[in-house]
């Protein structure tokens, strides 16, 4: 029978199949959700755009692009915006790489990169993880072949936690061709502490390659928005545009954001209080006797290999995201913390 086909790459694809829903979403630790409601001010600034809907979005995100600029040193054009940092990392992977082209990534690392190297029918290239579930940084470079595009870097890395260190980067820096891109994923930046971590804009002032990708879904709490951007120089910023679908961003949603950034204050104070709690919920897993790395972002990784969903189910009706090497665990308010300590400690091990 005839019938219309995708292109195969799709087959290897997974569907989205969402986790088994949260009992109650305070209990949802799976997503790295910020557990605080929208920061003051944004809901109201964000629900005054409401009464314009029949207008399109600014497409140039001007306003919220100018803030960034102030904020950052850089020219607006450095700055390219879309319905969360996946989907510029989508595009930005859709305007360098086709069939044949390879990108380098560390792997476990965050589930979107796959399907956003294998739909512009680009070849993964995963390196594993150090022993201590960080970047194999040498090994990626030893990864890098004539026929690599883009070389992908997660910092604090989703799902374990570690950030890549300054010095390791400019390391690996200096063995990368300056032909070949070098994306470092900051989703989780607001929450580092380490002072030997890299910086995605330092990196940027210094090499010609590289892309800084960062988020308003996880410090900020703007998840359901769908804003995030990159940071490149403007010629690499205007490819990354072209390949974007137009008017992505809402006019709620850049209120939102440019909102979100007038709060300062409060998203320190708040971040600050999900860094105790990230502290203070590593260190009793520690006093449980569970080998966990340092964490600098909003969540703990738990290296439990294959019994990872059993923990999982174990932990039940909280909802945390078990992978095959392992179990990352969102930070939460501190009862709920409390509640996932309690269910960690009864694991039979
Ligand atoms: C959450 C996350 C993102 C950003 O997600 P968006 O909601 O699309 O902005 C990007 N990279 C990593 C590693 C993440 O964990």
Request: proline share 9%.
């Amino acid at each position: 029978m005839l019938e219309p086909l995708p292109r195969q790459v799709l087959a290897t694809i997974p569907a989205y199949r969402p986790g088994r829903p949260a009992s109650d979403e305070s209990r949802k630790l799976s997503s790295n959700e910020n557990p605080f409601p929208p920061l003051p001010g944004v809901v109201e600034r964000a629900a005054a755009e409401l009464g314009r809907m029949n207008r399109y979005p600014d497409p140039g995100v001007t306003v919220l692009g100018e803030a960034l600029a102030a904020r950052t040193g850089l020219s607006p054009d450095h700055f390219a915006f879309g319905t969360g940092s996946v989907s510029v990392l989508f595009a930005l992977l859709d305007a360098w790489c086709g069939p044949g082209d390879e990108v380098v990534y560390p792997w476990r690392s965050f589930e979107a990169y796959p399907i956003a190297v294998d739909l512009p029918g680009a070849t993964s290239v995963r390196v594993p993880l150090a022993a201590d579930h960080r970047h194999d940084l040498p090994a990626m470079a030893d990864a890098i072949t004539e026929r690599t595009k883009v070389v992908l870097v997660c910092t604090p890395n989703n799902p374990t936690g570690p950030v890549v260190a300054a010095a390791d980067f400019d390391a690996f820096m200096e063995r990368v061709p300056a032909s070949v891109l070098v994306v470092v994923d900051e989703a989780y930046l607001e929450f580092v502490r380490d002072p030997a971590a890299l910086s995605g804009a330092e990196a940027l002032a210094r090499y010609a390659n590289v892309v800084v990708l960062r988020t308003f879904s996880k410090a900020y709490g703007l998840a359901g928005l769908r804003v995030g951007y990159s940071m490149a120089r403007p010629e690499i910023t205007e490819a990354i545009r072209k390949a974007l679908p137009p008017f992505g961003v809402s006019d709620v949603a850049q209120a939102a954001a440019l909102a979100s950034l007038d709060a300062d204050a409060e998203l320190t104070e708040r971040v600050d209080a999900i860094v105790s709690e990230r502290e203070r919920v590593l260190a009793a897993l520690r006093d449980q006797g569970w080998d966990v790395p340092d964490s600098h972002a909003n969540f703990v990784w738990l290296p439990l290999g294959e019994r990872s969903t059993e923990f999982a189910e174990h932990v039940w009706p909280l909802s945390v995201r078990p992978f095959p090497e392992g179990v990352r665990v969102t930070i939460a308010t501190p009862e709920i913390n409390d509640a996932f300590l309690d269910r960690a400690a009864s694991f039979a091990r």
